[in-house]
């Protein structure tokens, strides 16, 4: 059965930093490209960030580009996002998703998600 | 940036009926789009990818179509536990997009 479990999210203040991490089971971790996808509250989704499988490809959104960067561990089955410079707007409930394959940019299985709160 | 419009924003019906949801999408994404399914508290869940497909363990009330720039979401007779929100989602370019979410309630 395949699990992702969030885990970092906490309460920032702003301008401060965050390590969101994910850990993987029940796949064969290095085989799927793996994404974070975050919700503000009461609000629709958004599309932070994916990483390839092997690490090598990244890719994020305007949105946080140059402020947020992903990386994985295979030899640990976790994904991760470093989360600096935090704005008020990066408030959000963080999901980990998994591609449903190699390339294949759909998102069939979730975490639980992990909740970032950016204030003061 | 490839923006997903979905409409209607609620759509207001009665188990039984039949739900048609739209997304368009600002340039052609040919079959590169997906659909979601979120109940409240909970993580999203793929209903269809590539357009059409359905995702594992999902009921064949849900059927996908269309290419290019104009997809449809179609449950064929709603059950109690299809009353959520509806997403479409799109890989054809960088940055993935989703649209801002149809909600189907119960009349």
């Known amino acids: 059965d395949v699990q992702l479990l969030e885990s970092g999210g906490g309460l920032v203040q702003p301008g401060g930093s965050l390590r969101l991490s994910c850990a993987a089971s029940?796949?064969?971790?290095?085989?799927?490209?793996m994404n974070w996808v975050r919700q503000a509250p009461g609000q629709g989704l958004e599309w932070v960030s994916a990483i390839s499988g092997g690490g090598g490809s990244t890719y994020y959104a305007d949105s946080v580009k140059g402020r947020f960067t992903i990386s994985r561990d295979n030899s640990k089955n976790t994904l991760f996002l470093q989360m600096n410079s935090l704005r008020a707007e990066d408030t959000a409930v963080y999901y980990c998703a998994k591609s449903k394959g190699l390339s294949w940019y759909y998102f069939d299985y979730w975490g639980q998600g992990t909740l970032v709160t950016v204030s003061s | 940036e490839i923006v997903l419009t979905q409409s209607p924003a609620t759509l207001s019906l009665s188990p039984g009926e039949r739900a048609t949801l739209s997304c368009r999408a600002s340039q052609s994404v040919s079959s590169f789009l997906a659909w979601y399914q979120q109940k409240p508290g909970q993580a999203p869940t793929l209903l269809i990818y590539?357009?059409?497909n359905r995702a594992t363990g999902i009921p064949a009330r849900f059927s996908g179509s269309g290419s290019g720039t104009d997809f449809t979401l179609t449950i064929s007779s709603l059950e109690p536990e299809d009353f959520a929100l509806y997403y479409c989602q799109q890989r054809s370019n960088w940055p993935l997009t989703f649209g801002g979410g149809t909600k189907v309630e119960t009349k």
């Open positions: 590539a357009a059409s």
């Open positions: 029940g796949i064969t971790f290095s085989n799927y490209d």
